[in-house]
Structure formats: structure tokens, C-alpha cells
């Protein structure tokens, strides 16, 4: 057996100009491959954390007949809530919303969409909307303003209103009957969603409370966030188990779409990494042939002094296995380097949607890629030198 490892060693450098190429080439498509890989990855992690940060946080507690509706009779004790997030770890704070639809009109035009009630001091650390408002677009919730409302700077272009412009906004309370206040613009925001732009807007809870006709110490909506992504799960089952009677969602549950995006994420990594590394195996397979094909001499002399075919075979696979898999560490360097080096720098590809942001995420991609996309990649590769070997293996055993 070492004889055999030892002669796939010495042929692999034999031609030295050939091994080198090939082992060039799939570096280049290791590399290519992986980094694809890892800004998918990016691209994905950019939605979730715009999704978490902005829009739903880690999880979302509601009573059980309000998330469809939004309907402001269906409230939570406070206090309750408060003292079953208190008795679980993972979580690390949490901001009490009330929420309501709601019109918002000027002079001008309506616009319908999601009223939130929230505490400043409670939101800024479940949600990272107040980042978004510019110094000239007001604050969030920090200004002298009587009754400030906070819009998205898409809604504002709507309704035609800029900073302390009046906003009649309409309710119905709980009782049925419809409430007019006014209100002025204090804060103007902007995401990377379209959609969440569009249909929300934030007054501060004491603000609102008035209006809805509903007791003091309730909530319609709690954001929660977490220690960390991971302790996610756990803490959404603890808190089911505290409060069996209240609807508690994860963020890609209270947005479907996000675990719909999860799954492409999967399938677009499998489908890239499928056409890279099947146009791969047809290199290694060529040129494993054309070295196989120049020492069809060598196989015959090796036949007649005792040599089997499976010895031959064995020695043939180890020589694409080691090429390969030298090519595949550094394709793998190569890349880890580079998502090293963008990961902190970002890719800015503003330029593919024509300077307009609103997708769901943000314009610079930081591409990350982790252990099981290195292991997966070289245990692909692996198999696919070893299935490229078969032909070469086949011409020599005839």
C-alpha cells in the first residue's frame, strides 16, 4: 500500500505543467464556488437582520384573537407578560406596544396603515428604527413636538407632509366608535422595506392610550428580544408554557416569508454548488484521462510484474484525489481570505437596483460563510474526484 501511495505521489508531479494547471483550475472553482456560497449567505443574513431589527424583533407575544385583525379590544395584561419574560433567561428585554389600524390624512390625500404605540426607552432596545431617522428628519420620539408621530419618509412623500406637519389620524377605540387626533410629524424613517414603510407608523403610547378605550396596564403587542439567534427557539417554547392562553410567534413566523427565504437560501447554495462542481468534474475527468491515456505503456509493465487492477485502479483514484483535494485548500484559503477581508468592508451592489433601496435589505452584503459550508464543499469535492477517476479507470482496465 505504500508502494502505491508513494508512485501516486511521484505521477502527480511528473508533468508538473499539467498537475499545476489542474490543480489551478479547481482552485479557482473551489474558490468561486464557495465564495458564491458565502454571499448568499451574506445576502440571506442581511434580510433576517433587517427583518429582526427593524420589523418584528425576536419574537412577538399577542393575545390569541388579535394578530389577524388587529383588533384593539383583544389586549394583554401587562403585568402578567412582564413577570413571565422576567422568569426566562434567554430573554433580554422587551417593549410593551399598543397597535391599532389606522387613516392618516392631510388636506391632500389618506393614507391607510398599522398604528404602533410604543415607550421610546422600551423600543430603542428591541428595535433599531430610531438609526434609521437622519438628524435632519427629526427624532424619534426626543423633540418638544405635542403629539409627534413618527412616519416613514415614503409615507410622508404620500401624504405630502414634512417635519411638523399636521397628520389628522383615525381610529375606531374599542367601544366602535371613531376617534379623530391630531397629530405632527416628528420623525421621518427609512428601511430597506417597502412594505413596512408603507403600512407603519409610530406615536408614543401614552399618546394613544386615550383614544382606544381600553383599561390601563394592557398591551396588544410585546416585542421580545433575545440574548442571541440561537436561544430563540428555547425561549419561544418557555414562554409558550408560561402563557398557554396568549399567541407566541418567532420572527419568521410572524413573517412566513422569511422561512420561504431561508429554504431558497439552501436550494440557490445546493444548485451553485452543483453547477460549479459538475463543470469541475468534467476537467478533472479530462485531464485524468489524458494522463492516463500517455502511460498506457507503463499500466501494461506494471500488469506483468504483478500488479492487479485494483492496485492500478486504487493508485489512479489517490492521484485525482490528492490533486484535488491540494487544489480544493487553496480554493478554500483563497476564499476564506477574501470573505475575511469583505466581510468587514462590505460589497456595495446599490448600483444593481439603480441607487433605490426597498427590497427587504440592505445595499452592502457582508458575505460570511461558516465550518459546514467548508466541510460540505470538501466533502463535494471529494466525491466528485473520485466519480471523475472512473473513466480514466475504465481505459486503463480494458
Not at 204 to 225: F, K, R, S
Not at 264 to 289: D, R
Amino acid at each position: 500500500m505504500k508502494i502505491i501511495y508513494k508512485m501516486a505521489c511521484r505521477n502527480i508531479f511528473r508533468r508538473k505543467s499539467r498537475s499545476s494547471l489542474l490543480i489551478i483550475i479547481i482552485a479557482t472553482g473551489v474558490f468561486a464556488a464557495s465564495f458564491v456560497v458565502a454571499f448568499i449567505n451574506g445576502w440571506a443574513n442581511s434580510c433576517f437582520v433587517e427583518h429582526i431589527d427593524m420589523q418584528t424583533s425576536y419574537l412577538q407575544i399577542h393575545a390569541n384573537a388579535f394578530s389577524d385583525t388587529n383588533d384593539v379590544s383583544e389586549f394583554m395584561d401587562k403585568q402578567t407578560i412582564k413577570e413571565a419574560l422576567d422568569a426566562v433567561s434567554e430573554v433580554s428585554c422587551a417593549s410593551y406596544r399598543l397597535k391599532t389600524n389606522a387613516l392618516l390624512s392631510t388636506a391632500q390625500t389618506s393614507v391607510g396603515l398599522t398604528l404602533i404605540g410604543v415607550d421610546r426607552d422600551e423600543e430603542i432596545k428591541v428595535s433599531s428604527i430610531y438609526s434609521t431617522i437622519d438628524s435632519c428628519h427629526g427624532t424619534f420620539f426626543e423633540s418638544d413636538i405635542a403629539r409627534p408621530i413618527v412616519i416613514s419618509q415614503r409615507s410622508a412623500d404620500r401624504l405630502n407632509v414634512a417635519l411638523k406637519s399636521r397628520i389628522i389620524i383615525s381610529m375606531q377605540s374599542s367601544s366602535g366608535e371613531i376617534q379623530k387626533v391630531q397629530f405632527r410629524v416628528g420623525g421621518l424613517f427609512q428601511t430597506n422595506s417597502k412594505r413596512f414603510d408603507n403600512v407603519t407608523a409610530f406615536v408614543q403610547n401614552t399618546d394613544l392610550m386615550p383614544y382606544l378605550d381600553i383599561p390601563d396596564g394592557v398591551v396588544h403587542e410585546v416585542a421580545v428580544a433575545v440574548n442571541n439567534l440561537q436561544e430563540c427557539n428555547k425561549a419561544k417554547q418557555k414562554l409558550s408554557r408560561l402563557l398557554p392562553e396568549h399567541d407566541v410567534k418567532k420572527w419568521d413566523e410572524v413573517y412566513p416569508l422569511m422561512q420561504l427565504l431561508g429554504a431558497w437560501q439552501k436550494i440557490a447554495n445546493f444548485l451553485f454548488l452543483a453547477l460549479f462542481f459538475t463543470a469541475l468534474a468534467f476537467s478533472i475527468a479530462n485531464f485524468m484521462l489524458m494522463s492516463v491515456l500517455e502511460r498506457k505503456g507503463e499500466f501494461s509493465m506494471l500488469k506483468k510484474v504483478g500488479m492487479g487492477g485494483n492496485h492500478i485502479t486504487l493508485m489512479i483514484v489517490i492521484e485525482t484525489l490528492f490533486v484535488t483535494l491540494i487544489g480544493t485548500m487553496i480554493g478554500l484559503i483563497l476564499c476564506l481570505i477574501v470573505v475575511l477581508i469583505s466581510s468587514k468592508s462590505g460589497i456595495d451592489i446599490q448600483f444593481i437596483f439603480n441607487n433605490q433601496a426597498g427590497y427587504g435589505f440592505g445595499t452592502i452584503i457582508y458575505p460570511m460563510i461558516n465550518k459546514r459550508d467548508f466541510v460540505h464543499i470538501f466533502a463535494l469535492v471529494s466525491i466528485i474526484s473520485m466519480m471523475a477517476s472512473i473513466s480514466p479507470v475504465k481505459k486503463v482496465l480494458k
